[in-house]
C-alpha cells in the first residue's frame, strides 16, 4: 500500500476514509465533479469534493442476496455493524496498519475485535472463539477481478454460507455512496449511468441517464462532460448528425483536446460523410498523433472511398506512431484489398 505523506488517522473521520477509498471503493462509476479530474483528489479531501463514486443499490443487511454482490471492502465495511454502531470510530486503520504486515494474523486481528468489544465478551460468546476473522469475516473467491480472494468486511454475526454469483444481469439502480450537492445530483448520476449503462448493454439505464442529462443540460450549457456524454448517446442511437451539432460545441469549448475531434469525425462518419470524418480524424492527429483510433477509422474511411493511396499513407504514419504495436502490424495486410478493413 502507497504510503502518504498525510498521517489519516489525524484526519476528521470522512477525509480520513476518503485517504483508503480513492483506492479502495470500487464503485461502478467515478463522476469528477465539473472541472475537476479523478486525479485532483488530495489525501485532506472528502473524495466527494472532487468525484462521486457510484455503486449498485445494495441492501444493508448482510443476510439478503442482494447485499451479496462483490462490493469493495470499504462499502462491506461501512454496511457491517460495528461500523454503523461505532459512530466513526471504525475505520481501516484499525485492522490494518499501513507499515506492518502482522507476524501472527489471527492473534492481532483478535485484539483488534478485543479492543471495542472487550474480553467479558468471551465469557458468553459461544466456544471456540479464538479465531475470529475465520468465523465472521470469512474469505470469499473473488468475483471482481481484481483480488484471488475476498475477504467478507460485513463482519456478519452469522456470515451467509455462500455469497452467490454476483448478477451478470441487469445493474440495479446506481445511487451515490456519499451525498453530493443538490446542484450536481442529476449530472453525476445522469453521466455515471450512461457510462455504467454502455458498459453493461443496459439500454434503458443508457436511456434514463441521457434523459437526466437533457433535462439538466440549461444548467450546465458548457460542460464537456454532459454534451460529450449525450453526444456518445446520439451516436450510439445512429444520429450522426445530431451527434457531430454537440460535439461541434464540445469542441468550441474545448478546441485543444485531440479526442473532440476523434468524436466529431466518428459522428460524420455514422452520418456518411466521409469527406468531414477524414477532416476531423485528421485534425484529432494534428493534435495528439498517439491516438490509436483515428488512424484505424482514417485507413477505413479511405478504404470505402477506394483511396488506396492514403489507406497506405496512413497506415504507414499508424506504424511509425506505433512501431510496436501489433495491431498496427497485423492491419497492414489489409492494404492490399478495402474489404480486409471492415
Ligand atoms: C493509491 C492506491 C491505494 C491507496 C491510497 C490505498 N491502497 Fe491499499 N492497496 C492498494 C493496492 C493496489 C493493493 C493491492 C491489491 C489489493 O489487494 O487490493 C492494496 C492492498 C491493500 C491491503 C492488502 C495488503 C496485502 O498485503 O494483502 C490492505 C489491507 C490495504 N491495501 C489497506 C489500505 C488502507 C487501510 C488504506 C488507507 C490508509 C489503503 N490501503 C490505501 C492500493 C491503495
Ligand atoms: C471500533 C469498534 C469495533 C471493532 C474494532 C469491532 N467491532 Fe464488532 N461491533 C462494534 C459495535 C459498536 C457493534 C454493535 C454493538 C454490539 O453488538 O456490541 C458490533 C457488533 C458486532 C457483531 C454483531 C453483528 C450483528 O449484526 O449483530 C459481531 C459479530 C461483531 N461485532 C464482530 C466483530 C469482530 C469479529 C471484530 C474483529 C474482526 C469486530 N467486531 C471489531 C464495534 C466494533
Ligand atoms: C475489523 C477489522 C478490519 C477492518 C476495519 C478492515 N479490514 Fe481489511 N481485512 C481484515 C482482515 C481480517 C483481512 C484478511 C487479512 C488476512 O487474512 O491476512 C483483511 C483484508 C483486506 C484486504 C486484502 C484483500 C481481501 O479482501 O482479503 C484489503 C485490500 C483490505 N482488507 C482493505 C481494507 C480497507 C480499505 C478497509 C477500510 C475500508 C479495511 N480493510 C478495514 C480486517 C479488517
Ligand atoms: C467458531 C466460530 C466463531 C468464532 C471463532 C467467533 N465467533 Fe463470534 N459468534 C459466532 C456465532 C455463531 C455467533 C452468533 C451467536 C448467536 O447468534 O446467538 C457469534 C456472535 C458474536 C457476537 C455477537 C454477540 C452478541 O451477544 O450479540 C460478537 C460481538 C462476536 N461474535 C465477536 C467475536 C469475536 C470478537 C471473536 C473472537 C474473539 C469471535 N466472535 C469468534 C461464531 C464465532
Not at 145 to 171: C, M
Not at 269 to 289: F, G, M, S, V, W
Not at 294 to 313: D, F, I
Request: hydrophobic letters at 35%; aromatic letters at 6%; proline letters at 9%.
Amino acid at each position: 500500500m502507497p504510503g502518504s505523506i498525510v498521517n489519516p488517522a489525524r484526519l476528521p473521520p470522512r477525509a480520513r476514509d476518503s485517504v483508503c477509498e480513492q483506492c479502495h471503493l470500487s464503485g461502478e462509476a467515478r463522476i469528477p465533479n465539473p472541472g475537476k479530474q479523478l486525479s485532483d483528489f488530495r489525501p485532506d479531501q472528502n473524495l466527494e469534493e472532487v468525484y462521486s463514486v457510484y455503486v449498485s443499490g445494495v441492501s444493508p443487511d448482510p443476510l439478503r442476496p442482494k447485499a451479496l454482490k462483490v462490493i469493495s471492502q470499504a462499502q462491506q465495511l461501512a454496511l457491517s455493524t460495528c461500523a454503523r454502531q461505532s459512530h466513526g470510530n471504525l475505520w481501516c486503520g484499525t485492522c490494518h496498519d499501513p507499515h506492518e504486515q502482522p507476524a501472527d494474523p489471527q492473534q492481532y486481528f483478535r485484539s483488534r475485535c478485543l479492543s471495542c468489544h472487550g474480553t467479558a465478551l468471551l465469557t458468553s460468546h459461544p466456544r471456540p472463539n479464538a479465531d475470529c476473522v475465520a468465523c465472521h469475516m470469512p474469505r470469499r473467491p473473488a468475483t471482481d477481478g481484481a483480488h484471488t480472494v475476498f475477504t467478507d468486511h460485513r463482519i456478519a454475526r452469522r456470515p451467509p454460507a455462500e455469497p452467490g454469483t454476483p448478477g451478470n444481469d441487469r445493474p440495479s439502480a446506481l445511487v451515490a455512496w456519499y451525498a453530493l450537492p443538490a446542484a450536481l445530483q442529476q449530472r453525476n448520476l445522469g453521466l455515471a449511468e450512461v457510462e455504467v449503462g454502455e458498459r453493461s448493454k443496459s439500454f434503458q439505464m443508457v436511456f434514463q441517464g441521457h434523459q437526466r442529462l437533457v433535462a439538466c443540460l440549461p444548467e450546465f450549457p458548457n460542460d464537456p462532460a454532459v454534451l460529450t456524454s449525450i453526444g456518445q448517446v446520439l451516436l450510439g442511437a445512429g444520429r450522426g448528425i445530431d451527434a457531430a451539432t454537440v460535439f461541434e460545441r464540445v469542441i468550441r469549448i474545448e478546441p485543444d483536446v485531440a479526442s473532440n475531434y476523434l468524436h466529431e469525425g466518428l459522428a460524420w462518419k455514422t452520418a456518411h460523410n466521409n469527406q468531414k470524418a477524414i477532416e476531423y480524424l485528421e485534425k484529432a492527429l494534428e493534435r495528439d498523433p498517439l491516438l490509436e483510433q483515428p488512424y484505424r477509422e482514417l485507413a477505413k474511411t479511405y478504404s470505402e472511398a477506394g483511396n488506396n493511396a492514403m489507406v497506405r499513407v496512413t497506415m504507414d504514419r499508424y506504424r511509425r506512431a506505433f512501431p510496436k504495436s501489433l495491431e498496427a502490424k497485423t492491419a497492414a495486410v489489409g492494404e492490399t484489398g478495402p474489404s480486409s478493413f471492415h
